[in-house]
């Protein structure tokens, strides 16, 4: 695939009463999103709470979508879309990011969804998003969540992390993460520099957990909507609004 100069996430936060509307629309939608004029790559995913990984880490009150855009213009109307007006109606809350690809590696059901960048230039004080999405082997799925879970700890105390959250095609086998930095220095200094994550990389190649994987890094364009739908608690943000990037 090309470069999409756009790519957005779409995190939608629901009441306890519509908790079972949820999955239908799951069903229901995830056709209907690669199919709205525009999408070049999209999936409907849910979201772990980002404390620690697999089942148990699920939180079904939050779902999102991951979506590449072949056309930039056509991301202005998703709110109005089929897909968009059915998360709008059962949603509490809902937020939008705007993003811009950095560098990505790997597949994601056998495609590159954002292209092949290779490493944009980004201001150092602009803040940057981390999605890891990786297949897990079913025999290796125990022993990734064992091994990952101090990664999981140390990431919730990572200097210049704003926000994260798992994310994932179902609770069991298709693992990510999303991740949301004040630079680009931040999350290199935890990504290489952490005695945890880097001992989890030295794993990967070793234990083969991963069928497949993806790792991408995107320039935070804008943050339109509820923060806290992300799991940001504000205690960072700068006087300009959501992480220096945008507005709300």
Same mark, same amino acid.
């Given at each position: 695939?090309?470069? *999409?100069?756009?790519?957005?996430?779409?995190?939608?936060?629901? *009441?306890?009463?519509?908790?079972?509307?949820?999955?239908?629309?799951?069903?229901?939608?995830?056709?209907? @999103?690669?199919?709205?004029?525009?999408?070049?790559?999209?999936?409907?995913?849910?979201?772990?709470?980002?404390?620690?990984?697999?089942?148990?880490?699920?939180?079904?009150?939050?779902?999102?979508?991951?979506?590449?855009?072949?056309?930039?213009?056509?991301?202005?109307?998703?709110?109005?879309? !089929?897909?968009?007006?059915?998360?709008?109606?059962?949603?509490?809350?809902?937020?939008?990011?705007?993003?811009?690809?950095?560098?990505?590696?790997?597949?994601?059901?056998?495609?590159?969804?954002?292209?092949? !960048?290779?490493?944009?230039?980004?201001?150092?004080?602009?803040?940057?998003?981390?999605?890891?999405?990786?297949?897990?082997? !079913?025999?290796?799925?125990?022993?990734?969540?064992?091994?990952?879970?101090?990664?999981?700890?140390? @990431?919730?105390?990572?200097?210049?992390?704003?926000?994260?959250?798992?994310?994932?095609?179902?609770?069991?086998?298709?693992?990510?993460?999303?991740?949301?930095?004040?630079?680009?220095?931040?999350?290199?200094?935890?990504?290489?520099?952490? *005695?945890?994550?880097?001992?989890?990389?030295?794993?990967? !190649?070793?234990?083969?957990?991963?069928?497949?994987? @993806?790792?991408?890094?995107?320039?935070?364009?804008?943050?339109?909507?509820?923060?806290?739908?992300?799991?940001?608690?504000?205690?960072?943000?700068?006087?300009?609004?959501?992480?220096?990037?945008?507005?709300?």
């Amino acid at each position: 695939m090309n470069v *999409p100069d756009l790519v957005t996430l779409h995190v939608w936060r629901l *009441p306890r009463r519509r908790l079972l509307r949820a999955p239908p629309r799951m069903a229901l939608d995830a056709r209907r @999103l690669r199919r709205t004029p525009g999408v070049g790559f999209a999936k409907l995913l849910g979201t772990g709470t980002g404390t620690g990984f697999g089942p148990t880490d699920a939180d079904p009150l939050r779902w999102s979508a991951v979506v590449a855009w072949d056309d930039p213009a056509a991301a202005t109307g998703f709110d109005a879309s !089929p897909v968009g007006r059915a998360w709008r109606r059962i949603a509490q809350a809902q937020v939008r990011v705007e993003l811009r690809p950095i560098v990505s590696h790997g597949r994601w059901s056998g495609v590159e969804p954002f292209g092949a !960048p290779h490493g944009r230039r980004v201001a150092a004080d602009q803040p940057v998003l981390a999605l890891t999405r990786a297949r897990l082997r !079913p025999t290796r799925a125990v022993t990734f969540w064992r091994s990952i879970a101090p990664v999981a700890a140390a @990431l919730r105390d990572a200097d210049g992390l704003y926000c994260r959250f798992g994310i994932g095609e179902a609770p069991i086998g298709w693992q990510g993460t999303i991740s949301l930095w004040r630079s680009t220095a931040d999350l290199t200094r935890f990504a290489y520099r952490h *005695p945890q994550h880097r001992a989890a990389i030295a794993q990967t !190649p070793v234990r083969r957990w991963y069928a497949e994987e @993806l790792f991408a890094r995107f320039e935070v364009l804008d943050i339109v909507g509820d923060r806290t739908v992300l799991g940001w608690d504000g205690a960072d943000e700068d006087e300009d609004g959501a992480c220096g990037a945008g507005r709300t």
